[in-house]
């Protein structure tokens, strides 16, 4: 578990991560990553089996991670505007470099990652994702997604298929539409939301909410708000003992 703090002119942000590997998977394909300093937190679930979706996840946070970091020393003040045209240009070039690198090493073919990142600047949080890697907003003890999942079950539900309570039981839930590695011409969605004192924002793998409710996330958030370290901890262990099936990250971002 790591934490450090961060700050800006107005609100200070402060960031903890972990990851686990589950119960039921043999290696860990999940990676984080952040740099308070520079206000960028970067969560990746990877595929592709045999360590490969755990290259894919370890470029994607990385890179993604240091490009900002870079950004915001060159321009400390960068506007939300500028930051999110940095930061979709960021996950493309790395989603370059994951098809690159599967191309030119056998054992890497068909590696890749969906991701969720948030970058800050004054009191905007930018967020981009590709997949169904997920942000969460708890403000005022009441709990929001932020991001939208590309996943063939999502359609299904946006299309009126299937109904949001029934998607539970349904199976093929984890076929992703939109990931990096898997076509060059990846758009990811990227949006500008404002903070205030008292959010907390959670960014995490599918190895959360397939195994936990957003009724229980909140829960979780809501009794440790003050607590980050705690919530990241209670949130990974009740998600494994509800069975841990897949590895499961968080990353929790405090705004003071």
């Known amino acids: 578990m790591a934490k450090t703090p961060s700050s800006s002119p107005a609100l200070q942000y402060e960031m903890i991560s ?26 990746a679930d990877g595929m592709g089996g045999y360590a490969a979706g755990e290259v894919a996840s370890g470029m994607a946070t990385a890179q993604i991670c240091a490009r900002i970091a870079r950004l915001k020393a060159e321009y400390p003040k960068v506007t939300a505007l500028d930051l999110s045209t940095e930061l979709r240009f960021a996950v493309r070039h790395v989603n370059a470099e994951i ?16 991701l969720v990142a948030v970058a800050f600047t004054g009191n905007v949080a930018v967020i981009a994702h590709a997949g169904d890697s997920r942000a969460y907003l708890l403000r005022q003890n009441q709990l929001r997604l932020l991001t939208h999942d590309h996943s063939a079950l999502q359609e299904q539900i946006d299309m009126g298929l299937i109904l949001p309570e029934d998607a539970e039981t349904i199976g093929g839930k984890n076929l992703v539409t939109r990931a990096l590695g898997v076509d060059a011409r990846l758009d990811p ?3 500008m939301h404002p903070m205030m004192t008292g959010d907390l924002l959670l960014l995490c793998s599918d190895g959360l909410n397939d195994m936990l409710t957003d009724a229980k996330i909140e829960n979780i958030l809501r009794q440790y708000a003050e607590h980050p370290a705690a919530a990241a901890r209670q949130l990974v262990d ?3 003992v509800a069975g ?11 705004v003071r």
Request: hydrophobic fraction near 45%.
């Open 18 to 43: 972990l990851t686990h590997t589950g119960r039921v998977r043999e290696h860990n394909e999940d990676a984080v990553a952040f740099d308070a300093l520079a206000q960028v937190a970067v969560l």
């Open 99 to 114: 098809l690159r690198a599967a191309r030119s090493n056998a054992q890497y073919a068909g590696m890749g990652a969906t």
């Open 189 to 191: 969605d990227v949006a």
């Open 238 to 240: 009740d998600a494994n």
């Open 244 to 254: 841990g099936r897949d590895n499961v990250s968080v990353i929790l971002v405090t």
